[in-house]
């Protein structure tokens, strides 16, 4: 649930920013990139479940705790958020 909302949550606040940036002209470039991002990771959230599996604890062994030991599919989620606040950066500074 806290997925759905906040995917709906994200995709509302890109909007309404767009619009208030296409008619003032102005816009923030840290909104710019983590609306969609946000949007992106909220969808994640919502159908897909993340599950993290414990590390071996052997001794003298660092934990390799971090973006490896999250799931592919995880791993592609992150990588379509960056990709959509950076591509909706652009866009953005383009149009206004």
Known sequence: MFGVMTGAGGIAATLFFWRSALSSGQYSRVAAALLPAVSILGLGLALL????????????????????????????????????????WYAIALSV
């Open 49 to 88: 479940p993340l599950e993290l599996e414990e590390p071996p604890t052997w001794p003298n062994v660092a934990d390799d705790q971090g973006f490896p030991r999250l799931p592919l599919a995880w791993q592609y989620v992150i990588l379509a958020a960056v990709l959509a606040g950076l591509a909706n």
